[in-house]
């Protein structure tokens, strides 16, 4: 999936016309979504940019989780990206030194809560980062070092359960501090910053 690389056919062309792309950076504190409730008082992606009519997140991110989100308004566009067939990769900053058993049973896959109902996580990727990723301040502290030592990995998954990597940290004993996206496919969130928006010419 290489938006800006994929030569459109002709009915591709004609469908480029109509249909509109964008990824933005989800800041912190935002709700994946255009229109709002009325007891969620939270900023909304709407707020972020001019967008055109019929806007749909693709996917979401939770309100304090941040990163890159795709935008489109193809409903075929969005079904294809939220396939199982798309990585999507994330870094998370965690509360304690990860181990390389915890990171082990990440991969192979972890009961966790969905609904009610016990559901086991398919296996991923996950690597420990051997030191923070180069990203913009989260605009709110995460928490005081004099609480302890924090650590940071990547886990590339192809589901997305409500808010699953989150769960799936606390199952092996490592909270989950702040979660950042930073690929989905092969849109990477790059030098994005927080709130900033960008037009891709086509996705799937």
Same mark, same amino acid.
């Not at 990171?103 to 016990?118: A, H, N, R």
């Not at 609480?147 to 998954?157: F, N, Q, Y």
């Not at 496919?185 to 994005?192: F, N, P, S």
């Given at each position: 999936m290489t938006p800006d690389s994929i030569e459109p056919? @002709?009915?591709?062309? @004609?469908? $480029?016309?109509?249909d509109q792309h964008f990824m933005i950076f989800k800041p912190y504190g935002y709700l994946s979504q255009f229109v709002g409730?009325?007891?969620?008082?939270k900023p909304l992606l709407g707020e972020l940019a001019d967008f055109p009519a019929g806007i749909m997140a693709i996917g979401r991110l939770d309100h304090d989780?941040?990163? %890159? %989100? =795709? =935008?489109?308004?193809?409903?075929?566009?969005?079904?294809a990206v939220r396939s199982k067939s798309i990585e999507k990769e994330y870094y998370l900053q =965690?509360?304690?030194?990860?181990? *390389? @058993? #915890?990171?082990? $049973?990440?991969?192979?896959?972890? *009961?966790?809560?969905?609904?009610?109902?016990?559901?086991?996580? %398919? !296996?991923?990727? #996950?690597?420990?980062?051997? @030191? #923070?990723?180069?990203? !913009? !301040?989260?605009?709110?502290?995460?928490r005081d070092e004099r609480?302890? !030592?924090?650590?940071?990995? #990547?886990?590339?998954?192809t589901e997305g359960k409500n808010r699953q990597l989150r769960k799936m940290t606390a199952a092996v004993g490592f909270a989950t501090l702040r979660l950042v996206r930073v690929r989905i496919?092969?849109?990477? %969130?790059?030098?994005?910053q927080p709130g900033e928006v960008r037009p891709l010419a086509v996705l799937g």
């Open positions: 056919t @002709q009915d591709e062309s @004609q469908e $480029s016309t109509t409730e009325r007891r969620k008082r989780s941040e990163g %890159l %989100l =795709l =935008l489109t308004t193809d409903g075929k566009t969005s079904h =965690l509360n304690g030194e990860i181990t *390389e @058993q #915890a990171i082990l $049973s990440l991969c192979e896959g972890v *009961e966790i809560g969905i609904k009610g109902e016990k559901y086991r996580t %398919l !296996p991923c990727k #996950a690597r420990r980062l051997d @030191q #923070a990723p180069d990203l !913009p !301040p989260r605009g709110r502290k995460i609480h302890g !030592p924090t650590s940071w990995l #990547a886990i590339t998954i496919g092969d849109i990477h %969130l790059g030098g994005l």
